[in-house]
């Protein structure tokens, strides 16, 4: 294909995070526009080549809209770009969610012209990593986006933000470090960086230099500190709270996302056998992410800070989908990435709108909202009841498919009671949702919110494009998952499904 779509799409944020840094005597709002136009653009792009992905059956598992360019030749490194059904709804997903958070940082007045800088690098470096093909340059996308979360987070954050920024970095790097020796080990094993070829070839390209399962486990710990996996979630909280609210939609959108595509494209790719093996064990922790972020959820009074410890909960699906080792279950994995994504992003976006215009996020604190934010109880509502799964959300049948995969996966002994033991994080889901609305915005009205306002017309595009996403997917989700499985299929051929 002559036009490189993937290229533009990455680089359009990036470029435009160039121009707003350096172009001198350029105004507030000319910022926010010029934010604007380079993140609408990349996800018109993307939008389109959804609409021209082959989905015939011949075209599964191939990569598409590849570039292809010599990088550093002496190791055989490529600028290499492509996408399949795994990556495509994950690009387009964090297209869509670089446009609104433009949308919802529309009222930054501190240091603008540095906020959107830097939100648009995050931006280019979470494409990069769902686009690329070349192990190099995949860990060097991954490693972009640590810059602009530190500053995001440490001077546009609240509370203790410094701290957190801090924290989230030093998690980052830890991870990022096996991630690095795993890949080094792959390298010096397989003598290829090319991810495509070198999950083709198997584990015959593996020779003895070191075992197979110890290049997946440095791999998979990268991956797990992103996703992230109790025990090494505590980064995810604290870098929730503190943080502004289009990062937190970020955050929780398309960076944790990461994790679990990683984990698909190349722990299970490439190490089919492995993951079969050590399966069990992390089927068990994901069990224990479900159920221990929904009680500790349960236990919260930050309203951000509630919505972060749920992400936990709900990655622990994502990993357990991953891990059942099934067409089904890896494609309701994929799903749920998708379907979180947009899910936690409205469920941010709204705590951040409540805690703007009431200026208040301690639950105890406050009540009685409905009277003065009708628009924004709806919203949050529906969000909240897609989280728990409500039949006709996207979170319903994501988490359908999770379960009813992993369920009937025969690949892994004892699934079915872990399976179980997952179901009941939805119980529990239901729960501190149904608990956090009512807190928030039932109760008697409170005389200190008598002139607190609703959302702003700005704020109801954005709202409304979360909701028809959400709402597109729970009622068609044939849209989404007919592309995953094209990625998936593949996969589960080499898992010998």
């Known amino acids: 294909m002559d036009f490189n779509y993937l290229t533009w799409i990455i680089f359009l944020p990036a470029l435009g995070a160039l121009i707003i840094a350096f172009l001198p005597r350029l105004s507030p709002r000319g910022v926010r526009w010029l934010a604007a136009v380079f993140t609408f653009i990349p996800l018109a792009l993307s939008i389109y080549l959804f609409t021209i992905f082959d989905r015939s059956a011949e075209m599964a598992g191939v990569m598409q809209f590849e570039e292809s360019l010599s990088w550093i030749p002496a190791i055989g490194a490529n600028y290499h770009l492509g996408v399949d059904g795994l990556s495509l709804p994950l690009m387009i997903l964090m297209a869509f969610l670089g446009f609104l958070v433009v949308l919802i940082s529309w009222k930054i007045d501190l240091r603008p012209r540095e906020y959107f800088a830097w939100l648009l690098l995050l931006e280019t470096s979470i494409l990069g990593v769902f686009c690329s093909l070349d192990l190099l340059l995949f860990f060097l996308f991954w490693e972009i986006e640590v810059i602009p979360m530190y500053f995001l987070i440490s001077i546009w954050g609240t509370g203790r933000k410094e701290y957190s920024a801090i924290k989230y970095v030093i998690y980052t790097l830890f991870g990022s470090a096996m991630m690095l020796a795993g890949i080094l080990s792959l390298y010096f094993t397989t ?225 079915q009671v872990a399976t179980i033991l997952g179901v009941l994080g939805i119980v529990i889901t239901a729960g501190y949702i149904l608990w956090m609305l009512q807190r928030v915005f039932y109760g008697p009205p409170l005389k200190q919110f008598d002139k607190v306002k609703d959302a702003s017309v700005l704020d109801r595009v954005y709202m409304f494009a979360f909701i028809a996403v959400i709402m597109l997917v729970g009622i068609y989700p044939a849209i989404l998952t007919d592309v995953i499985k094209m990625g998936i299929s593949p996969i589960v051929g080499l898992l010998g499904g």
């Open 191 to 415: 003598g290829s960086l090319n991810m495509v070829e070198i999950a083709q070839g198997g584990l015959g390209m593996i020779q003895t230099a070191m075992p197979a399962a110890a290049i997946f486990f440095l791999l998979l710990t990268g991956f797990a500190v992103k996703l992230p996996v109790f025990p090494l979630h505590s980064w995810l909280p604290d870098a929730h709270t503190d943080a502004p609210t289009a990062v937190s939609v970020v955050l929780a959108g398309a960076l944790l996302k990461m994790g679990g595509y990683g984990m698909i494209r190349l722990c299970v790719s490439i190490f089919p056998g492995v993951a079969h093996d050590y399966a069990l064990p992390l089927i068990i922790l994901a069990v224990i992410s479900i159920l221990y972020g929904a009680a500790v959820t349960l236990r919260q009074t930050d309203l951000k800070r509630l919505i972060a410890y749920s992400s936990i909960s709900h990655m622990g699906y994502v990993l357990l989908g991953v891990f059942a080792l099934g067409q089904l279950s890896l494609t309701g994995a994929a799903l749920q990435m998708f379907s979180h994504g947009v899910i936690t992003g409205l469920l941010f976006a709204m705590a951040g709108l409540v805690m703007h215009n009431a200026g208040e996020r301690d639950l105890r604190k406050l009540g009685g909202l409905a009277r003065q934010m009708p628009i924004i109880v709806v919203v949050f509502s529906v969000a909240g009841v897609a989280s728990l799964g409500l039949p006709t959300t996207s979170g319903f049948i994501a988490e359908f498919l999770v379960f009813v995969g992993s369920f009937s996966s025969g690949v892994v002994p004892g699934i």
